[in-house]
């Protein structure tokens, strides 16, 4: 039998709640984690995960999330260097093996790409939804 995806998600931004939101619709074990209690409060009634107030930056706050049995991680702070950061450490400390960080910056994306890290890029994401939609050729030399 599958094993059941175990979750964590770190900042309950509006991408972060949300995402959190889907996955536990869907049925993953989901652990939403910010530090602020209100931005978790924000996922309202229909969040069917754990919630813990604390800095996802910490090992400690993230082993006591279960990190060790995460097999997803998701870093969705509003900061792409501490993104980098919680994406690192569950990486290459708790060995998570499907790390997601959100970043803008265009040199961090690369760093986590040249590291086998995913990140989650907005404006990218956006980019190819715009040529999806539209079938207008892309110029240049694209990525």
Same mark, same amino acid.
């Given at each position: 039998?599958?094993?059941?995806?175990?979750?964590?998600?770190? &900042?309950?931004? /509006? #991408?972060? =709640? &949300?995402?959190?939101?889907?996955? $536990?619709?869907?049925?993953?074990?989901v652990?939403?984690?910010?530090?602020?209690?209100?931005?978790?409060?924000?996922? !309202?009634?229909? #969040?069917? &995960?754990?919630?813990?107030t604390?800095?996802?930056?910490?090992?400690?706050?993230?082993?006591?999330?279960?990190?060790?049995?995460? /097999?997803h991680?998701? =870093?969705?702070?509003?900061?792409?260097?501490?993104?980098?950061?919680?994406?690192?450490?569950? $990486?290459?400390?708790? !060995?998570?093996?499907?790390?997601?960080?959100?970043?803008?910056?265009?040199?961090?994306?690369?760093?986590?790409?040249?590291? !086998?890290? $995913?990140?989650?890029?907005?404006?990218?994401?956006?980019?190819?939804? #715009? #040529? $999806?939609?539209?079938?207008?050729?892309?110029? !240049?030399?694209?990525?």
């Amino acid at each position: 039998m599958a094993r059941r995806a175990r979750i964590i998600v770190v &900042g309950c931004s /509006t #991408f972060g =709640a &949300g995402v959190a939101l889907a996955l $536990s619709a869907g049925g993953g074990d989901v652990i939403a984690v910010d530090m602020q209690e209100d931005a978790l409060d924000e996922l !309202g009634p229909d #969040f069917d &995960g754990e919630t813990f107030t604390g800095d996802g930056r910490s090992a400690q706050a993230l082993e006591e999330c279960g990190v060790r049995e995460a /097999t997803h991680l998701v =870093a969705a702070t509003g900061d792409d260097a501490t993104n980098l950061l919680i994406a690192e450490l569950a $990486s290459e400390v708790f !060995g998570v093996r499907h790390v997601l960080p959100l970043v803008e910056d265009e040199a961090l994306v690369q760093i986590l790409e040249d590291r !086998g890290i $995913s990140p989650i890029c907005p404006h990218r994401v956006c980019e190819e939804e #715009f #040529f $999806s939609l539209t079938g207008l050729a892309r110029g !240049g030399e694209g990525r």
